[in-house]
């Protein structure tokens, strides 16, 4: 069985940074990539940013150009978000997710994804 565990969420004033991390264990397989989503209280899930595993290819949601930053740990398989600037309206439970080499598929679609963290709540006071 492959777990993600999620972990750096909080609280943080507007204005302030958060890094999150997920690490991947249990049953290896090849990553294609990873990425993170979240979802707010009566929204639904959005993609925010996702990272290939070979070549290192970024994908950002608009919402989090400049301000987020995603990155990776191949021999600790895990991947991180740097967040700064941080709105309210990056309030959310954000939740990692591994996408298997043999799939390949788009990084930005969440059903695109065969494996998924717990999540982790972040919350930006105003």
């Known amino acids: 069985q492959v777990q993600l565990v999620e972990s750096g969420g909080g609280l943080v004033q507007a204005g302030g940074s958060l890094r999150l991390s997920c690490a991947a264990s249990?049953?290896?397989?090849?990553?294609?990539?990873m990425g993170w989503f979240r979802q707010a209280p009566g929204k639904e899930r959005e993609f925010v940013a996702a990272?290939?595993?070979?070549?290192?290819?970024?994908y950002y949601a608009d919402s989090v150009k400049g301000r987020f930053t995603i990155s990776k740990d191949n021999a600790k398989r895990t991947v991180y978000l740097q967040m700064n600037s941080l709105k309210p309206e990056d309030t959310a439970v954000y939740s990692c997710?591994?996408?298997?080499?043999?799939?390949?598929?788009?990084?930005?679609?969440?059903?695109?994804?065969?494996?998924w963290g717990q999540g982790t709540q972040v919350t930006v006071s105003s």
């Open positions: 249990g049953r290896s397989f090849s990553i294609y990539g």
């Open positions: 990272i290939t595993w070979s070549g290192s290819n970024t």
């Open positions: 997710a591994a996408q298997a080499n043999w799939r390949s598929g788009d990084l930005r679609i969440a059903y695109e994804y065969n494996y």
